[in-house]
Structures are given as structure tokens and as C-alpha cells.
């Protein structure tokens, strides 16, 4: 009877043989288990059938007696009841079981079948635009199947990745028995390991790429991967293992006992030599022994995970602190909330806060730092304050971290506020809060009193010079900060790498190339030259100071170079109008395998904006649109533009309806699309529809409307934006305003409103503005005026010779020959040269 209930039930009744799914392969795809947690799982099961077996045999045994001896008819049936009942939902149990035994088995072979001849799959992973629809697609049958299953075999990445690596080769992709084989090798040399690691490289803390072997064998060098996709499923607790035994092998691990001073340490060494999965694997080792690890184990580990910004280990030791009823200690709610901020998730961090039963100041510290971090200042400064109501006195990390929450906002008032606290707190004269202070006030943009502040410190180190440097270099103020550098050095102090940065920035801000290659010289004497960063703001430097040359040279020699550096170099080839070179690197930047960020695709828009290469500026969207930066805002921006120069107005359109969020640059954007397009009363209409939308205009919006104007000829309406912009949206005109408005005049052939337009000018007019005059009155024949702007252009730029130019062919368009003669004669006495004379009839 119990063997057929058991029978009936899929259970195996023989104590010594293996049933599939107590001694299943650990492999199984559960997610965040290890093969110990599967093991003790399974053995829970086992207990419960036991448990099951048992009671139906007692049921048995209940009816066979009820039979023969007719007696206690109630006990039976109410055992009979309860028995069923259990072996109903053993059933039901097993039921869902075996039902994901058999998708598991369903999709092993759909995925066997796909690697077997991919040929007859369709790839839809690049335009499927649903995850429902499936990943990879049969052409016959039409199966689906979906990377993301839960249901899927764990090798099926490392097959996929193995599969593409020998196609990139010129392989064919491995068959079967290939694969068979293959694992036979992988799994004889781990047991070559284990029997004598000692001939084997350990490379898990220096190596910097996956791609490189956790092991190599130090005559062989063939490579070991613990989370390769062919490693045996034993291997993981064999390390955990070996670890231990090894670690204590002083004698505080003996027979493999476990204990809870010497498994603590050993947790601590792992998480130090990089080995984390090791490290929580014996935690996970110690709590299925009913160990209580020290809290000091927990908050190492977590330590680790923050280091490697490993989250899904990171929530595995939350788990492991919950389930150890640990999580009401603040020491390590306060670690735990570090290290969700660190590794990127600030939801888990405020929940793991908001369930804290107490606070202490460095829970506060925690939490806003962790919104500061991630760009969320406002959120910061409203956790500060919910602080001070609960009584709990803010201590200088405090105010540090709110001040740089202030500067990532630019919340000028706010900082202020928060500098009378901290005045209060007696805290103004510490010198990193003064430090502080000189970098908020300098990134709210009042350098003022980021130099009071500066002045007013008793004490400076090299953080206050570099902020109060910095602070001017952000501002546009380069002589002012390479003035302050002189300042530094005769105070004896000695410069960082963020003084050379915020230095080599400031340079790039004035083009200042003779003291950016000093710099260059500071910097190589100081040993900084091979620093990543030093390198990337020098190409930087050069880019801007207009002398690729030196540029290409810094990047060559780099030892190391990241998106930014190439970036960088693709930045300043645009940026000279060499467009198709900065195409160029961008496709060497593919070729080395460096993945571009949202600055190289806005970058290099603009490249191909500036020599109107629409096609490729297409072929750029659609890698845009599959490296998901087209909800971007400065990628949106840069699409706009680069359809509007292009040309394609209707293109830059699209883009624009379809951004989901915009800013001043994407509204500047269309603006001056429709402006070099001709459009000037569309310009207008998205004018007021900006306006009407709560955006702001800038002065580069203003340049762009004047500009529209300009080129449509509607004088009254450029004349009345002009005097708005200052009146009423108080925007300071600059030189290329006030360009533009000459330029309208004189296309409209107000030549006279022009010229007085110049001459009451707030600032001092530049040879631009006369230049612009000169050739309205070129084309106009307005010889009077042309001959006044030539005087005042030769009188700022003696050697200008485009000013002779026009004014040689204004007189030749009105017959004047003789003072034709007489303007390259004075031209010969400039000493103008030959080459820069041209003719533009």
C-alpha cells in the first residue's frame, strides 16, 4: 500500500537510489542560490516525503485494522480524511514541480536545438521592439525563445558569447560533440587544479577584464573561469571549501567545523583578496550550521560588494542579515545603505532607512549622500532638514555633503542658509568645510564669495587652491585662475592632479596655449602624465587651443584610454570642421571595442552637421537608437541640429516631437533650423511656443532669432525682440547680438540706422561689427559708409585683408578705378600679404 502510494506519487521508496530531482544538476537556474542553499533545500524536501511516506503508511496500517476488526470506525475516518488531504497537496506540490521540471527540459532542448544549427533561427534581438516578442525565432516551426527566461539551461550565455566569439574568428559555431568534449577537458583540468594548485596562476584580484582566466596554469597557461559557462556545478562549493581549509589551516578550522571567530576572519581575508562569492558562500556555509557570525563579518562583506559594485551579492548579504534578525542593528543598516547608494540603487538604500527603528548621524549621512551622489539635490536638502527637526546635530561631514548637494543644483540661497549653520556650529574655520564652501559658492557662480570665503581661511591646502581655481576656470575666467596658480606655487604647495585638471581647463577656456604646454612640462616633472584623466584633459587642451597635432601626440602615448579619451579627440576634430576625421576615430573607437557614451553620439552629430553628412548622421541615429541614449536630452539636442544643417528640417522635426523631455539647447536647436532654412516666421511661432511652455530663452536663443530675422528680412520684428531680450528677459547682449542686428539692418539697407546702431553701442565695437557694415555697404553701393567701417577695421586690424577686398571691389562696382589703384597701393604700404588678397567679384 505505501509503495503504491508512493508509486502514485513519483517518489522513489529506495533509500540508495538517486532520484533526478533530489540529486538534480546545480546548475538549476534559481536565482541568488548557491549549490549549498540547493543541497539543503532538497535535503528539507526529502524530510517532507519522509514525513509524507509515513503518514500514509500509518493510514494503511488505520484501514487494514478497521477492516478485520470493524472498531474505531470514527479515529479511521478522520485519519483517512487528514491523510488524503496531505497527500493531495503533496500532489498538487510535486504537480507544480514537475511542471517546471518539464519547461526547464523543454527549453534545454529548444536551446540545444538552436545551437546545433543557428542557420534556421531568426536573430530579433536588434529590432524587436516588445520584450514579449521572443529573442531568437525558428523559421519553420516558429518557436520562440527569450534570453531573459527563467527557464533557461545557465550556459546558454556563455554558449552564446563562445558561439559569437568563434563567428568573429571565422569559425563555424561548435557542435555537440565539440561541446561534449569540451566539457570533459574543462572538468579534467579543475580536478588538475584542486590536486595541486600550486601550479597555477591566481589572477581574481589584478585582472581587469572577464574576458581574462581566474587561473592559469603557470606551463600549460591554459585558463580556468569560475563562472564560465562549462565549469563543472560542483566547483563553487569545492572553492568555498578549499578557502577555508586553506585560510586557517593554523588550526582554526579543523575537520571542517565551522566556528564563529575563525569562519569570521576567514570571510574578512576572502573579501580583501577579491574573492567575494567565496566569502558568502561561507557565511551561507555558517548560518545552515546555526552559526551566529560576528556583525563585523556581515558589514566586511558588504564592504566588499561595495567596492566591486557587486548589487546582486550585495542583496544576497541584506538577505542573509535579515534572516540572521540582525537588521534593526544600526551599524549595519548604516552599511547597507552605503552600499546600495554605491552600487547605484537608491530605492533600496531609502528603504532600507525608512526601516531603521533608529537613527544616528551617520544614517542621515548615509541617505543624503547617497541622493546627493545620484543627482538629486533637492531630495538632499529636504532629508537635511528632516534631520535637524529630529534633534540630531549635524556634524562637519554633514554640512560637506549638503554643500555639494547645493552645487550640483546651484541653489545659491540654500547654500548661503546653509552657511550661517554652519557658522553657528562653529565649523567655518575647519578646513574642509571651508574648502566646501569655496567650491559651492564657485559653482553657484558666485565667485565673489568663493574668494571671500577663500581669503577669510586661516588655513589652505591644496583642496581650497584647486576649488577656488577651479572655481574661476568654470566661470570663463582663465588668466584669473592661472594668476592664482603663481599664487599657489610661491606658497610652497604642491599641485594634484585635479589642480592640473581644473588648469589645463582653464587654459582650453582662453585658448591659452603657451601656458597649457607649461602646464604639460609642470605636469611631466610632477609624474602625472600618465594619468588618465591628466591625459584626457590635456588632448582636451590642445583640441580647443586649435593644435590636434599635439593632441593625437598626448593620446598616442596614452598607457590606458577610455570613452572619454576618444571622445575628447572626436570632440576637437569636430570642433576644427574636421568632420570626416572625427568619423574616422569614431570607427577606430569601435574597432579597439570602446563603447561610446551619450557625449561621443552628441559629438559626433555635430561632425557630421558640420560637412552635412546626412547619411551617416542616420546611421549614427539608429546606433543611438540601439544604445538607448535617444531619450537623452543632449542626444536629442545633437539629433535636432544635425537634421536641421542637414538640411532635413522634417527629420529634426520628428526628433523633436518625439523627445520626451527638452530643454534651452533642443528649443535653440530647431530655432536656428528653421533660421539657416530661411523660416523666419516659423522661427518666430516656435519662439512664442517655447515661452509659452515655461522655457526660458538664453542668449543663444537670441542670436538664433536675430539671426531668422535676418535672413527673412523682418526688420520690425528683430528690432522689437532686441529691445525685449533686454527689457523684459533681462539677457546682456553680446558681440554677436549686436552682429546680428547690423546684419538685419543692413540687408534691409538701413545703412545709416546701422552705422549709428554701432556707434552707440554699451561695449566697444570690434572689427566684426565694421566688417558687417563694410559689406552692407559693398552690396548696397553705399561708398560713404563703406570708406568710415574700412577706417575703423584697418584701424583694430591692420593686417585684415578682406577689409581691402570689399573696399576694392565697392569702388570697382561703382566705376571708381582710380581708387581701386589707390587701395592696393596702401595695401602694399600695409604690408597686407599677396597670398590674402582675393578677388570677389
Not at 552600487?343 to 544616528?360: E, I, Q, T, W, Y
Not at 570642433?575 to 551619450?598: D, F, I, R, S, T
Not at 541614449?629 to 541640429?641: K, M, T, Y
Not at 593686417?799 to 602694399?828: C, F, I, P
Request: charge should be neutral; aromatic fraction near 8%.
Amino acid at each position: 500500500m505505501a509503495a503504491a502510494a508512493a508509486g502514485g506519487l513519483g517518489i522513489c521508496c529506495n533509500p540508495n537510489h538517486h532520484h533526478p530531482f533530489f540529486y538534480s544538476d546545480l546548475s538549476h537556474p534559481l536565482p541568488l542560490l548557491h549549490s549549498s542553499v540547493l543541497l539543503c533545500a532538497q535535503f528539507r524536501i526529502r524530510i517532507r516525503i519522509t514525513q509524507l511516506l509515513k503518514t500514509t503508511n500509518e493510514y494503511a496500517v488505520s484501514s487494514s485494522s478497521s477492516s478485520i476488526t470493524c472498531s474505531s470506525t470514527s479515529s479511521s475516518s478522520s485519519s483517512s480524511d487528514s491523510s488524503g488531504r496531505a497527500a493531495e497537496c503533496a500532489m498538487r506540490s510535486w504537480s507544480l514541480e514537475e511542471q517546471h521540471q518539464s519547461q526547464a527540459l523543454r527549453k534545454k532542448q529548444l536551446w540545444e536545438e538552436f545551437f546545433s544549427d543557428p542557420s534556421q533561427w531568426w536573430d530579433s534581438r536588434s529590432d524587436k521592439k516588445n520584450p514579449r516578442f521572443p529573442d531568437f525565432k525558428h523559421k519553420t516551426t516558429k518557436k520562440g525563445l527569450w534570453l531573459a527566461d527563467r527557464f533557461n539551461p545557465p550556459w546558454v550565455h556563455g554558449r552564446l558569447a563562445a558561439m559569437i566569439q568563434c563567428q568573429e574568428q571565422g569559425q563555424s559555431s561548435f557542435s555537440a560533440p565539440e561541446t561534449s568534449g569540451r566539457v570533459v577537458r574543462v572538468e579534467r583540468l579543475w580536478q588538475e587544479f584542486f590536486s595541486d594548485p600550486s601550479q597555477w596562476w591566481d589572477n581574481r584580484c589584478i585582472k581587469k577584464s572577464p574576458k581574462y582566466p581566474d587561473f592559469k596554469h603557470k606551463s600549460t597557461h591554459e585558463g580556468l573561469w569560475i563562472e564560465g559557462w562549462l565549469t563543472p556545478s560542483w566547483v563553487n562549493a569545492r572553492m568555498a571549501t578549499k578557502a577555508s581549509g586553506q585560510i586557517r589551516s593554523d588550526g582554526g578550522l579543523r575537520s571542517g567545523v565551522l566556528d564563529s571567530f575563525g569562519s569570521g576572519d576567514n570571510v574578512g581575508k576572502l573579501c580583501q583578496e577579491g574573492r567575494l562569492k567565496e566569502a558568502l558562500h561561507l557565511m551561507e556555509l555558517m548560518i545552515q550550521q546555526n552559526i551566529q557570525a560576528p556583525k563585523i563579518s556581515y558589514a566586511v562583506l558588504l564592504k566588499g560588494c561595495t567596492r566591486r559594485k557587486a548589487l546582486a551579492e550585495g542583496k544576497q548579504v541584506h538577505a542573509l542579515i535579515v534572516q540572521s534578525r540582525l537588521d534593526s542593528d544600526i551599524f549595519l543598516g548604516n552599511t547597507l545603505i552605503e552600499m546600495y547608494a554605491k552600487c547605484g540603487s537608491v530605492l533600496d538604500a531609502r528603504k532600507v532607512f525608512n526601516k531603521m527603528p533608529d537613527h544616528n548621524v551617520f544614517s542621515w549621512t548615509a541617505i543624503i549622500s547617497a541622493y546627493t551622489e545620484h543627482g538629486q539635490g533637492e531630495e538632499a536638502i529636504n532629508l537635511f532638514q528632516q534631520m535637524q527637526q529630529t534633534g540630531i546635530a549635524p556634524d562637519k561631514v554633514v554640512f560637506v555633503v549638503v554643500l555639494k548637494a547645493c552645487s550640483r543644483i546651484a541653489d545659491l540661497e540654500q547654500g548661503k542658509q546653509l552657511h550661517s549653520h554652519i557658522i553657528q556650529s562653529d565649523f567655518e574655520s575647519d578646513i574642509i568645510v571651508g574648502s566646501a564652501l569655496v567650491d559651492m559658492y564657485a559653482k553657484c557662480g558666485s565667485i565673489e564669495h568663493a574668494r571671500q570665503v577663500f581669503n577669510n581661511m586661516h588655513e589652505r591646502n591644496v583642496v581650497s587652491w584647486s576649488a577656488m581655481i577651479g572655481g574661476y576656470a568654470g566661470q570663463g575666467l582663465g588668466n584669473e585662475a592661472l594668476a592664482l596658480y603663481e599664487e599657489m606655487k610661491q606658497e610652497y604647495v604642491q599641485p594634484n592632479i585635479v589642480t592640473y585638471v581644473v588648469l589645463l581647463n582653464a587654459c582650453a577656456s582662453i585658448a591659452a596655449l603657451e601656458q597649457g604646454k607649461q602646464l604639460h612640462s609642470d605636469i611631466i616633472r610632477s609624474g602625472f602624465e600618465s594619468d588618465m584623466i591628466v591625459g584626457n584633459a590635456l588632448i582636451d587642451m590642445y583640441a580647443k587651443c586649435g593644435y590636434m597635432e599635439d593632441a593625437h601626440e598626448v593620446f598616442i602615448k596614452m598607457n590606458e584610454r577610455d570613452a572619454i579619451s576618444w571622445t575628447a579627440m572626436i570632440a576637437g576634430y569636430a570642433g576644427q570642421g574636421h568632420g570626416k576625421e572625427a568619423l574616422a576615430l569614431y570607427a577606430q573607437m569601435k574597432q579597439e571595442g570602446v563603447k561610446p557614451n551619450k557625449v561621443t553620439f552628441a559629438v559626433l552629430l555635430k561632425a557630421c552637421g558640420s560637412i552635412a553628412a546626412l547619411e551617416l548622421g542616420k546611421q549614427l541615429h539608429s546606433h543611438v537608437i540601439k544604445r538607448g541614449f535617444e531619450s537623452d536630452v543632449i542626444v536629442g539636442s545633437a539629433l535636432v541640429d544635425m537634421y536641421a544643417k542637414c538640411g532635413s528640417i522634417e527629420h529634426a522635426y520628428q526628433v523633436f516631437e518625439n523627445m520626451h523631455e527638452r530643454d534651452v539647447v533642443s528649443w535653440n536647436a530647431m530655432i536656428a533650423g528653421y533660421a539657416q532654412q530661411g523660416f523666419g516666421k516659423e522661427s518666430l511661432t516656435f519662439l512664442e511656443q517655447m515661452q509659452r511652455e515655461g522655457m526660458k530663452p538664453d542668449q543663444a536663443t537670441y542670436v538664433s532669432i536675430l539671426s531668422a530675422c535676418s535672413h527673412s528680412g523682418l526688420v520690425e520684428e528683430g528690432r522689437y525682440l532686441f529691445d525685449s531680450m533686454c527689457k523684459d528677459h533681462s539677457v546682456i547682449p553680446t558681440v554677436d547680438h549686436y552682429a546680428c542686428m547690423v546684419d538685419l539692418l543692413g540687408r534691409a539697407g538701413c545703412l545709416a540706422d546701422a552705422e549709428d546702431f554701432i556707434k552707440k553701442m554699451p561695449i566697444q565695437p570690434t572689427a566684426v561689427l565694421w566688417m558687417a557694415l563694410l559689406g552692407a555697404a559693398r552690396n548696397h553701393g553705399h561708398v560713404e559708409i563703406g570708406r568710415r567701417a574700412f577706417d575703423r577695421v584697418v584701424k583694430l586690424e591692420p593686417q585684415n585683408a578682406a577689409a581691402y577686398v570689399l573696399l576694392s571691389n565697392m569702388y570697382e562696382a561703382v566705376g571708381k578705378r582710380d581708387e581701386v589703384a589707390k587701395v592696393r597701393s596702401k595695401m602694399t604700404v600695409a604690408g597686407v600679404e599677396k597670398s590674402n588678397w582675393v578677388q570677389l567679384d
